[in-house]
């Protein structure tokens, strides 16, 4: 077997079982939080009778044992069951929110890595002068603030100020694909601003890393114009360090936005997990939970296929 | 028609004053409270509706795990969604008058122990079929059933006997009940084909608009149903309910035009919105109340004195002030105001009063170790600031209140009802007798302050079969005191609804019964062009 397909199978088996070490933390974890399902739904409303009821009717009565293989075996045969809050199909609703999650991350993800990638190469030209001190700066800027000030402060500018978008990005069938575009500018434009310095940064501090290189100081010699140097020497030799934090913001655009989601009311996967953690809802927090985590298994092995497929050394171990 | 009561009638359309008061000051006016409700009626139809458009409702408070069964419902926006597609038996309209709806008549017995409701004849359901005196049975049994989690189930269980016969549905009470009327237009219980035994979530009835598409905790967008029988209603060619919790957000959507109507406006905020004038805020002076409640059975609570004390110690003309931003009024411990009828408004208001609470915690003979009141953000809006304000006026009085901050998660199931001293907030009901059985009579499941008082009991199933109002306001008077002056209940203000609407929304008329003209803004508001 090829070396890279042994691998990348190897960490596929390994990922399996995190999955599944996964589904076991969140479901002690669900149950450790106080108060049950029936609790959350009926809240202030809760009388003994109803109280009562909801948990016959809920199956909470079972050993927690029971609960967790009864699910473990539905999921196995692909059955992800239906919500104990609202008795709506699982699989059904996570299917349109995570289409929603990964449309925000990808335009966001379209627009922020060739953005980062781009500013950090000519930050890199330009080191300690004036275009890397000024991206830089704003970069940073725009990561340190926190995610929801971002959001009013985009909301108050561009929908106050200047109205041109909308305050509230919810998405649903039967919009046009450019409707969709317009509804979810303004979360994109936070995501963008808050994930561009992580990658920007790391994309400049791996060129500069490699520019201390004798080949570098060649092909300079060699009369390449910096441009040229950084992208046909510097950069394929930077690439690794890269993408795994490229990856790792991708990750994070996929599972960490539920704040940006709540402040634009954007029907996505985060918020939906919320709201079901919050009503102790275990089914669709196991489902969720296990979606995220594979998204991010998934992503990292993805990362370094790619860092060792593009390093020769790595790819021919001797 | 006067211009006094022209006036008055804008007055009241803009919330400036109460229904009550209106209603009251009309009657000086020489005019009959049916005809004062009609009048106001009619100064906020004065404008002819517009027929068309899409009307969009942002509303606090959903969540991807809510449903649509009617039973279940326990926030805004599902309210608000159930509210546009299904209709209850009879509507509690403005002035706190019954309105009738899926029933066209309502009748008792003499002693009130009978009523007998008369469905009105071809109300079609969204999916064919029409409403049936045995829907309405089979719709309440549904909430009464012993396996019901319906928030209703407290409220129809006093029915002993159901019957459909023809088009009349005859309910034969335990005990006599006055009220019974306004009991059901409580908004669990939505008329079902059938009940809605087999399908409770499908969301389908006989209200004005039909749901097309549904995302809980999303959107809702529902479409006017041709066949709908009342034409004074659903002047919309479409409604959608979006679900918007975040407050910036729902705010800037309404002032850019892409809602036409929130809940929850921030008192804070009232003002900066003046100044817009796409955007009018609405007040409407509603039974929603927040509260602090001591269990009277948990000590130190036990002792009368103390709770004087500490019902003393509260300066609620600061709390409606900085809580409420003035959006409100003070309480008077009792948890009825003037949005409820028979109510007694000569009882005096509670003032804060350092000297007086400082003799009653002398008196109660307390060890001087803290009070801990328990609070969560999520209690009321305002909650945490409402309570230290609480504890810096009793530590001016001498009383070692301690405030005790708990997460909102769980707060309903582990602090309220369990705590001896915590914040809380109700709603509020149609009728004084619904509040007073819901948390106050001895035996109701969310006695929350644990008081039992016999004599308060006593009163209460007397005057829920008492069909004298003069005798019956005497006897609500005389429970209204002793919860006051005996009871674990601080109730230092009462919410108004503060919400907001676009400027080319017609229709408006501020309903004190509940939120967003009691759950029928969609219904009955229409688009200017």
Redesign the interface.
């Known amino acids: 077997m090829h070396p890279i397909v042994k691998l990348v199978v190897q960490r596929i088996a390994l990922g399996l079982i995190l999955l599944w070490a996964v589904s076991v933390v969140i479901f002690l974890g669900v149950e450790m939080l106080p108060g049950d399902t029936a609790q959350a739904i009926l809240g202030q409303s809760a009388t003994p009778v109803a109280l009562a009821n909801l948990r016959e009717a809920l199956g909470l009565n079972e050993p927690a044992l029971t609960r967790y293989f009864n699910w473990l075996f539905a999921a196995l045969q692909g059955d992800l069951g239906v919500a104990l809050t609202n008795g709506q199909d699982i699989a059904k609703s996570i299917g349109s929110r995570f289409g929603n999650t990964l449309f925000l991350a990808g335009c966001a993800g379209v627009i922020a890595v060739p953005l980062a990638i781009g500013l950090g190469l000519i930050a890199a030209r330009y080191n300690g002068r004036w275009p890397d001190k000024l991206i830089s700066g704003v970069t940073l800027a725009t990561i340190s603030l926190p995610e929801f000030v971002a959001a009013y402060f985009v909301i108050f500018v561009l929908t106050q100020v200047f109205p041109i978008f909308q305050p509230v990005s919810m998405v649903f069938p039967g919009m046009s694909f450019w409707d969709k575009l317009q509804a979810v500018a303004l979360p994109v434009i936070v995501l963008v601003m808050v994930v561009l310095a992580h990658m920007m940064r790391m994309t400049r501090a791996a060129i500069l890393n490699v520019m201390q290189s004798a080949y570098i100081e060649t092909a300079v010699l060699k009369g390449l114009t910096p441009m040229q140097v950084i992208w046909r020497h510097a950069l394929p030799n930077a690439i690794a360090p890269i993408i795994t934090v490229v990856v790792i913001n991708l990750a994070y655009l996929v599972v960490g936005v539920v704040v940006v989601e709540v402040v634009f009311s954007y029907n996505a996967l985060g918020q939906y997990l919320v709201d079901h953690v919050a009503k102790r809802d275990l089914p669709v927090v196991q489902a969720v939970g296990i979606i995220f985590a594979a998204v991010y298994i998934g992503l990292n092995i993805l990362a370094d296929v790619i860092g060792i497929v593009t390093n020769p050394r790595l790819r021919n171990p001797k | 028609m006067s211009n006094e009561l022209n006036h008055l009638a804008a007055l009241a359309t803009k919330g400036r004053i109460s229904r009550r008061e209106f209603v009251g000051r009309a009657g000086a006016l020489g005019m009959s409270t049916a005809m004062a409700g009609s009048l106001l009626a009619t100064a906020a139809r004065a404008a002819d509706p517009v027929k068309g458009g899409v009307l969009r409702a ?1 509303v606090q408070g959903g ?6 069964d009617p039973a ?1 419902a ?1 926030s805004d926006v599902p309210y608000m969604i159930n509210m546009t597609w299904g209709e209850t038996l009879v509507d509690v309209g403005l002035g706190g008058a019954l309105e009738m709806r899926v029933a066209e008549e309502v009748s008792s017995n003499a002693d009130a122990t009978q009523w007998m409701f008369k469905i009105r004849k071809g109300i079609e359901y969204h999916d064919g079929g029409t409403i049936s005196a045995e829907d309405v049975v089979a719709t309440l049994k549904r909430h009464t059933d ?6 209703a ?2 409220i129809v269980k006093g029915i002993a006997d159901m019957k459909a016969e023809g088009d009349m549905v005859t309910l034969t009470l335990n005990a006599a009940n006055a009220d019974l009327p306004f009991l059901m237009a409580d908004y669990h219980l939505l008329i079902q084909k059938a009940g809605g035994v087999a399908n409770p ?1 499908s969301g389908i009835g006989s209200g004005g608009y039909m749901i097309v ?1 549904h ?5 809702t ?1 529902m479409e006017r149903f041709a066949n709908y029988w009342d034409s004074s209603r659903c002047h919309a060619d479409s409604v959608e309910v ?5 407050n ?3 705010t ?2 309404i ?2 035009g ?2 036409h109507m929130m809940t929850r406006v921030d008192p804070k905020i009232v003002e900066l919105l003046a100044g817009n004038t796409d955007v009018v805020i609405e007040r409407a002076a509603g039974p929603g109340h927040y509260v602090f409640i001591m269990r009277c059975d948990a000590a130190p609570f036990d002792n009368n004195d103390l709770r004087m004390a500490l019902k003393m110690s509260v300066n609620r003309a600061e709390l409606v002030e900085k809580i409420l931003g003035g959006m409100g009024s003070p309480g008077n411990d009792f948890p009825i105001n003037g949005a409820y009828p028979l109510f007694d408004d000569s009882i005096p208001q509670r003032e804060y009063d350092a000297a007086m609470a400082a003799e009653f915690y002398k008196k109660s003979g307390h060890d001087g170790s803290p009070i801990v009141l328990q609070v969560a953000p999520s209690a009321f809006p305002g909650a945490v600031e409402a309570a230290q304000l609480f504890q810096a006026s009793a530590n001016a009085a001498g009383i070692p209140l301690a405030v005790k901050l708990e997460p909102d ?2 707060y ?3 602090v ?1 009802n369990v705590a001896p001293f915590c914040a ?1 907030y109700w709603g509020g009901r149609p009728v004084q007798d619904q509040m007073y059985s819901t948390a106050y009579l001895s035996t109701a ?2 006695n929350d302050t644990a008081f039992k008082d016999a004599k308060f009991d006593e009163l209460m199933v007397a005057a829920r079969g008492e069909l004298d109002q003069a005798k019956r306001k005497g006897m609500y008077s005389e429970m209204a005191n002793i919860l006051r002056d005996t009871g674990g209940l601080i109730c230092p203000m009462f919410n108004d609804w503060v919400e907001g609407r676009r400027a080319e929304v017609g229709g408006w008329i501020p309903n004190p019964a509940g939120t967003l003209m009691n759950g029928r803004a969609l219904s009955m508001c229409w688009l200017n062009a």
Do not use: H, P
């Open positions: 942002g969540q991807s795990t809510d449903s649509l279940l326990a012993d396996a019901s989690q319906s928030g189930q407290g979530t598409e995302e809980a905790g999303v959107r967008a979006l679900s918007i919790n975040d910036t957000a729902r800037a959507a002032q850019a892409q809602i998660d769980g309903w199931s582990n309220w809380s499941d969310w």
